[in-house]
């Protein structure tokens, strides 16, 4: 069984070549930056554009990362898919090289799906990958899969497969669908990142694992000191700082916003790239975002230049 | 340029083996009767649970399509898919064996995306696949998707890609909207295939195709003879008949009470299997189906024995 992440992890953003390809470069780059700033890496999540690429697009940069010597122990890849045989494939090859788990997103094609369907499908992907190592993390995101992860999903899952489900990313935004999660399952050794830093301090209260957030990509250094540093003096302001910068950003498209500030603290429009059906962030918004992020004093130190 | 296809095409329903191993032989067979009764192949659609296959299972069922004799001219396989990547390598090969056309659902998994970013996905698709006998129909299901083909969008790539874009399945059931698709753009060479046999008379009437109706898996012969009679005598009463049969279908979840419905006539129990998410029916309700199809006639003649 390999250790369980906690803390602070970054749905890491995929960057992109001008004709539309993964860059391993400057994903590297930027996810040893991550690592260096105490995020994990929840590599092709929904803020990855992970849905923009294919299997074998994934894998070559799983691969990228190992080779580059970013540790397996750091990740947590996505590997949901809509077919089985998709995550079969990204799940066993993310297990076989150690991954500390995986955030799996239900199969989000077909809706009102019944809780039975959705329990066959993390049923047939645990037996087809039957590896005492796979440690599964739930992603439960209704409003854009409209496929939940219900309360009573996650009791029979850890009934039937106790040592491959793992935890939780509850990305509702609903506190108290967190909280039931987290009072109901934390105690079988079930960890539950909100998928907001603005819950952290909550969730770390009651028993909660970290946060999986978006805007991990540009201030890991500011929400990891939310995680060590929630229940001392400091806590309370740090929570405020790292809020302030969550709501910059909320206010915009995120992807394109979060990649168009890189891009600025690379010194490197390379960044800016995204995959249809995305569009980048034209100029106008992003001089207004770039605006309130340097009245917040905000920064990415170290941030390597492109 | 490939013959364009017109009339009343199948979402052809995918079998699975009891280990949910796409099924090439029951496939082959399935899709030989559903031509023998005039219908066209809409392979991997919705109904055919295309969205549960990867791309390899989906290419290796085609190349079964095709070495059975199956013809190319028939089919007009699903290729759309979340990532440009598969969705490139999905219509290239299917374009290269000579289909008829590309049934292209937009990327599903991105919400509220724009017009231009939906419009740059098909553009890419395009331009990668390089290819003069592309013949793109645009998939149009916002119920499913929440990603709309929207007026503007067709026009748009109509305009850029007069030869490359063929026409629309309309999924949204609105009869409006399929009027509004035929009316604006039947003209310039569009064709607008509703999505049910509902509708079929009417839009024939104004300068529609024919239709891509799930019901087509189970009742092609019936569709079929609308197509050819709905302005002759007994149009009207071929029409009535075939909605008697869609509104059974419909009162169900469709996908595993077609699958059943096949098992029944084919003699064969192993039709009835369907990939995670989805679930079998249960024999309750299978038996009301049954005895309601049983009261309105219903027969799938000359259907091969399993």
């Known amino acids: 069984m390999p250790t369980r992440l906690r803390g602070v992890l970054a749905p890491a953003l995929t960057p992109f070549t001008?004709?539309?390809?993964?860059?391993?470069?400057?994903?590297?780059?930027?996810?040893?930056?991550?690592?260096?700033?105490?995020?994990?890496?929840?590599?092709?999540?929904?803020?990855?554009?992970?849905?923009s690429l294919s299997v074998a697009e994934r894998i070559a940069l799983t691969d990228a990362l190992l080779d580059a010597g970013i540790?397996?122990?750091?990740?947590?890849?996505?590997?949901?898919?809509?077919?089985?045989?998709?995550?079969?494939?990204?799940?066993?090859?993310a297990v076989r090289h150690g991954v500390a788990g995986v955030l799996m997103i239900p199969p989000f094609y077909y809706?009102?799906?019944s809780d039975d369907g959705v329990f066959a499908y993390y049923s047939e992907v645990i037996e087809r990958v039957g590896d005492?190592?796979?440690?599964?993390?739930?992603?439960?995101?209704?409003?854009l899969t409209q496929v939940p992860i219900t309360l009573g999903l996650i009791?029979?899952?850890?009934?039937?497969?106790?040592?491959?489900?793992?935890?939780?990313?509850?990305?509702?935004g609903d506190?108290?669908?967190?909280?039931a999660m987290i009072d109901t399952y934390a105690a079988s050794g079930f960890d539950v990142f909100p998928a907001s830093e603005a819950l952290l301090s909550?969730?770390?209260?009651?028993?909660?694992?970290?946060?999986?957030?978006?805007?991990?990509?540009v201030n890991p250094?500011?929400?990891?000191?939310?995680?060590?540093?929630?229940?001392?003096?400091?806590?309370?302001?740090?929570?405020?700082?790292?809020?302030?910068?969550?709501?910059i950003f909320q206010a915009t498209t995120m992807i394109p916003a979060m990649k168009r500030v890189v891009s600025e603290f690379a010194h490197d429009p390379g960044w800016r790239t995204v995959r249809p059906p995305l569009t980048a962030m034209d100029d106008v918004p992003a001089a207004a975002l770039l605006a309130s992020l340097r009245d917040a004093q905000f920064d990415m130190p170290g941030y390597p230049r492109g």
């Open 132 to 143: 005492d190592r796979l440690a599964i993390y739930l992603y439960h995101f209704p409003l």
């Open 71 to 93: 540790p397996a122990a750091k990740m947590m890849p996505g590997t949901g898919a809509c077919s089985i045989t998709d995550a079969v494939a990204l799940t066993r090859h």
């Open 111 to 113: 809706k009102g799906v």
């Open 202 to 217: 909550k969730a770390l209260a009651i028993g909660g694992a970290g946060c999986i957030s978006a805007t991990v990509n």
């Open 175 to 179: 506190w108290n669908n967190s909280k």
């Open 221 to 247: 250094a500011g929400i990891h000191a939310v995680f060590t540093h929630w229940d001392q003096a400091e806590g309370e302001r740090l929570q405020v700082q790292a809020d302030t910068v969550r709501k």
């Open 155 to 172: 009791e029979r899952l850890l009934k039937r497969y106790p040592r491959s489900i793992a935890g939780a990313k509850d990305s509702s």
């Open 18 to 51: 001008a004709d539309l390809e993964p860059d391993a470069g400057r994903f590297i780059a930027h996810c040893r930056w991550l690592v260096d700033n105490h995020a994990g890496l929840a590599i092709f999540g929904t803020n990855s554009e992970a849905a």
